[in-house]
Every structure is written in structure tokens, then in C-alpha cells.
């Protein structure tokens, strides 16, 4: 059967895909950010994954109103990006290992999930500028699967941690030897547009931090249920930590999960962390 051997949850801000911007932060703090990301590959070398699932949400560049479906999963040959240019976000082209991934889908249909499918998802920053720090040599097949964190009504926090739990099993009940690392990239706290924008909610951020590596499950995915609440405390781009919470669902016990950075990151307005589930 094939394995869940890692995870990582990261922020996708897309201002990271450029050296730039890099520059602008604080030395101390772009040295503990590039440090946790550098980590955080490490963590993917070392645990050899032949494939990478992806937890990450639309920005109105794959999906819009007319069609927003909960979870959307990638099944076709390849999957190519950015849906839209800018940010330096580089042009990438990937394999999706699609029988992993049709499998997937029906796995849900058959058992309670009801996944949305497409021979034709492109990529988003979201997937694009954290892999550039993640898996820079491009080299993994990929099952990009995008959760609705974006336009209400959404998945709930619990239904995102418990979808991750299910593609877990899946991955477990696959009938290859495949290593799958599970990758969910978003938030943290950020408000994109409103007044407010460029306020980060430090607290917010490391209580939920908190709660991931000492697996205080129903507390992250219950006190904010409600996506009014969420958004109050942590922003509309708060509602990406759905994407953590679904890789949060696909760890085993055997992986252990450690924050690697957090920083209140100003210049880039977000709150940015790393996590990594590891042996």
C-alpha cells in the first residue's frame, strides 16, 4: 500500500516568489523565514516522497461564482501555471499523478465525499510560489486538490481537517508503494482589500499554530467555525488555514508536527508561518 510520509503547511504569500521582496524584510526575520523553509525541504528530501498532494485555494483565477465547487481535485496528465501571471511567479509545467488522484475521486464518491473533478486545473500562486522554496527542482508529480476557502459558504474548519483525514486513508489504501507527502499552503492571518488590510493578528496566529503541533483539533477547528467569526480575528485570508487543517487530517500519529518560523511579516502583510509533520 502506498504511505503518508510527510507534511508541510505554509503561507503562499506571492510576494515570496521574488528575491525583492525577499530583500525588504527584516534581516532577522527573512534569516529565521529562509531558514524554516530551507528545513522544510529538507523534511521532504529526507522523507523521499515519490508525489505530492496539495491543499490550496482559488483566488477567482480557476473558479468564480457560476461554479465554486468545496473540493476540487486535478486528475488529468499534467498541470501547468501560473492561471495568472505576476509576482515573478515563474511558468511551471508538472505531472499530476492522475491514477492517484482518479483513484481519490472515487474513493470519495463511493464513501461520503463528493469531489469535483478536472482534466484541466491549472496552477495557482498558491501551489507555485511556496514550491519554489519547497521543491525547487520541479522534478514530483503532483495531485493539486483546491478547497473553497475563498467565497462563502465554505467548507467548515472541521470538514477541511476531516476531508484531509479521508485522503489520507485513501493514500493508505492505494494499492502501489507510492511515498506521498501532503502539502497545504495559506494564510495565516491577512486581509486582503478592506480597511484593514495590512493588519496581522499575531495572537490568532500562534494560538492556532499552538493548536496544530499539540493536536488540539477540536479547539482550531471549533472555536471559529462559523467563517464571520474566523474572518473577524484573522481576516478574509485567514480562511486559508482550511488548507492546514486538511494536511493537519492527513497525518498519522508516527508524524510528529513542529513549527519551523512565524513572523508577523509587515512589508508583506500576512502572517507567515512553516510547519512540518515529520518521523
Known amino acids: 500500500m502506498a504511505e503518508v510520509v510527510a507534511g508541510i503547511a505554509c503561507s503562499h504569500v506571492p510576494l515570496m516568489a521574488s528575491p525583492q521582496n525577499w530583500e525588504r524584510l527584516p534581516e532577522a526575520e527573512r534569516k529565521r523565514l529562509r531558514e524554516g523553509f530551507a528545513r522544510a525541504a529538507e523534511i521532504l528530501e529526507e522523507a ?8 490550496a485555494d482559488d483566488h477567482f483565477d480557476r473558479c468564480f461564482l457560476d461554479n465554486l465547487p468545496a473540493f476540487l481535485v486535478g486528475i488529468g496528465e499534467e498541470a501547468v501555471g501560473p492561471a495568472v501571471a505576476g509576482f515573478d511567479i515563474p511558468s511551471v509545467r508538472l505531472p499530476i499523478a492522475s491514477e492517484l488522484a482518479r483513484f481519490i475521486v472515487r474513493e470519495g464518491l463511493e464513501r461520503g465525499v463528493d469531489f469535483a473533478f478536472s482534466e484541466e486545473l491549472p496552477l495557482d500562486h ?50 502501489d508503494s507510492s511515498r506521498v507527502a501532503i502539502v497545504g499552503t495559506g494564510g495565516l492571518s491577512h486581509w486582503v482589500g478592506p480597511p484593514q488590510m495590512g493588519r496581522i493578528n499575531e495572537e490568532f496566529d500562534r494560538w492556532f499554530l499552538d493548536c496544530l503541533v499539540e493536536r488540539r483539533i477540536d479547539e482550531a477547528t471549533g472555536r471559529y467555525a462559523r467563517y464571520e467569526d474566523l474572518e473577524a480575528v484573522a481576516g478574509n485570508g485567514g480562511h486559508e488555514i482550511r488548507d492546514w487543517l486538511a494536511v493537519a487530517g492527513a497525518m498519522t500519529e508516527r508524524l510528529r508536527p513542529q513549527v519551523l518560523a512565524y513572523e508577523p511579516l509587515k512589508p508583506w502583510m500576512t502572517g507567515t508561518g512553516i510547519m512540518a509533520w515529520s518521523a
Open 126 to 175: 498558491a501551489e507555485i510560489a511556496p514550491l519554489m522554496h519547497l521543491a525547487p527542482r520541479w522534478d514530483r508529480p503532483i495531485i493539486p486538490i483546491v478547497v473553497n476557502a475563498f467565497a462563502p459558504p465554505m467548507p467548515s474548519p472541521r470538514r477541511c481537517f476531516d476531508v484531509g483525514a479521508f485522503v489520507g486513508r485513501c493514500v493508505e489504501r492505494f494499492p
Open 48 to 55: 523521499r516522497p515519490d508525489v505530492l498532494i496539495t491543499f
